[in-house]
Every structure is written in structure tokens, then in C-alpha cells.
């Protein structure tokens, strides 16, 4: 059986930084593609970056560039997300999910077959 487990969040001041974990088993761990989203309340879920566990190639949205680190420890079976410079908008419930897709796109998170639970992130002052 699949399972992804996030751990990681809390609460944050603007301009903090976290580092969040996913926990994978069930699964070829190299055979993936692991993808971060995030929802905010009233506001449907958004593809945050995602790494490909076969090369170890990432991708960021706009929202993250420049500002965040995908990376994974293939000895632990398990992706960070490592965010920067955190405001208010980046509170949110963050969810890693896995993929064996060669077509799947963070772009539509539908198409990430497994999901975590997700953890939640609040930035307040």
C-alpha cells in the first residue's frame, strides 16, 4: 500500500523558513515523481514544485522559485521541501503526492495518483 506522510508545518513569522518532510512507503521508491501542493482556505489545491526521484530534476512554480529546494534522500524514502522568505499567503494545508505517470503535471493535481494528508503552515506575526 502506498502512503505519503507530511510532517514539517506550524506556525511561522513573515520571513521564516520550514522545512517540510514526506514520508513515502509502499512504493519503488526511484520510479516516481513526487509533487508539493498546497490549499488555502476557499481556494482550490495549487502545484508547488515536484521532483523526479529517477534523476532528481525539479520544477518550481512561480510561487516558489527562487525562494524554495525540492530534494529527496533515497536511503529514507523521503522528499523535502525546504521554503524561504514565507509571508501570509503561504499559509495552507501542504500535501506531497506520487506519481508513476510519464504525463503528469503538478499543473493538474489530478493526476498525482497518492496522496498524504497534508500539514498545515500559518504564517502570522
Known amino acids: 500500500e502506498v502512503q505519503l506522510v507530511e510532517s514539517g508545518g506550524g506556525l511561522v513569522l513573515p520571513g521564516g523558513s520550514l522545512r517540510l518532510s514526506c514520508e513515502t512507503s509502499?512504493?519503488?521508491?526511484?520510479?516516481?515523481?513526487i509533487g508539493w501542493f498546497r490549499q488555502a482556505p476557499g481556494k482550490e489545491r495549487e502545484g508547488l514544485a515536484c521532483?523526479?526521484?529517477?534523476?532528481?530534476?525539479?520544477y518550481y512554480e512561480d510561487s516558489m522559485k527562487d525562494r524554495a529546494a525540492v530534494s529527496s534522500d533515497n536511503a529514507k524514502k523521503t522528499v523535502y521541501l525546504q521554503m524561504n522568505h514565507l509571508s501570509l499567503e503561504d499559509t495552507a494545508v501542504y500535501y506531497c503526492?506520487?506519481?508513476?505517470?510519464?504525463?503528469?503535471?503538478?499543473?493538474?493535481?489530478?493526476?498525482?495518483?497518492?496522496w498524504g494528508k497534508g500539514t498545515l503552515v500559518t504564517v502570522s506575526s
Open positions: 521532483i523526479s526521484l529517477t534523476t532528481g530534476d525539479t
Open positions: 503526492a506520487a506519481t508513476s505517470r510519464a504525463l503528469a503535471t503538478i499543473h493538474i493535481p489530478a493526476t498525482y495518483e497518492h
Open positions: 509502499g512504493f519503488t521508491f526511484e520510479h516516481y515523481n
